[in-house]
């Protein structure tokens, strides 16, 4: 079964604006990770946050973690049409080297021009 | 670097045919997986190692087989496919960090 569940299923905004999508995930881990997956294409690594992490920024991406709420969001600021993507969260509960990532369902976030 | 490689790009099987999906990888990487993505849904995992040698089962390994001869390859292997297989299939490798995803494989099972 899918170790996390993301919030919205799907996200529409306009170009310039802020969108937020919401990870919940079910036992501890070790690292949560963003992935962008744009339409029949691979996935792109966004970013990585550690359990001890509350906060990580990368450029136009905050994402923030509670461990005690077993959550996450991702937050990107002034989003452009090439945003408009698939973004995944994934969990390592336990593993050597992230080789066995647990995957939410994911969010669809679509930019209007 | 040529990162994570994954062939074919698109295969279509009927029921019952066996393949190997081919993933390979030149960054040295010790530790390889296998994902299926099903429309609209997230990766699930299929089998996994963590070295030459080693591999074990993920969520979904029913219908599959791996080995892990060399560091740089990770075959998959659909021992007599069916329809529920239909799906994009995913490779990764990392070295302890991040992992590297494949492009894909898109299978088709009529």
């Known amino acids: 079964s899918q170790q996390g569940e993301e919030d919205p299923q799907a996200l529409s905004i306009q170009e310039g604006e802020n969108a937020t999508m919401n990870c919940s995930y079910k036992?501890?881990?070790?690292?949560l990770q963003w992935y962008r997956q744009n339409s029949g294409r691979g996935l792109v690594h966004l970013i990585l946050i550690r359990s001890n992490e509350r906060e990580k920024h990368s450029g136009r991406l905050r994402v923030t973690l509670d461990t005690s709420k077993k959550s996450s969001s991702l937050l990107i600021t002034a989003s452009r049409a090439a945003d408009t993507a698939s973004y995944f969260c994934?969990?390592?509960?336990?593993?050597?080297?992230?080789?066995?990532?647990?995957f939410g369902t994911g969010t669809r976030l679509t930019i209007i021009p | 670097n040529a990162g994570v490689t994954q062939t074919p790009k698109f295969q279509v099987l009927k029921t019952g045919q066996s393949m190997t999906l081919q993933c390979a990888q030149d960054?040295?990487?010790?530790?390889m997986s296998w994902y299926r993505q099903d429309p609209g849904m997230g990766l699930r995992l299929i089998h996994y190692?963590?070295?030459?040698?080693?591999?074990d089962q993920g969520e979904v390994p029913n219908g599959y087989n791996v080995s892990r001869s060399t560091t740089e390859d990770f075959p998959l292997r659909l021992l007599s496919a069916a329809p529920s297989q239909t799906s994009v299939y995913f490779c990764?490798?990392?070295?302890?960090?991040?992992?590297?995803f494949g492009p894909g494989t898109r299978l088709l099972v009529l």
């Open positions: 960054m040295n990487h010790e530790y």
């Open positions: 190692s963590v070295g030459a040698g080693i591999t």
């Open positions: 990764a490798s990392s070295s302890g960090t991040s992992p590297y």
């Open positions: 036992t501890s881990i070790n690292n």
């Open positions: 994934a969990t390592d509960a336990k593993s050597f080297g992230n080789e066995k990532l647990t």
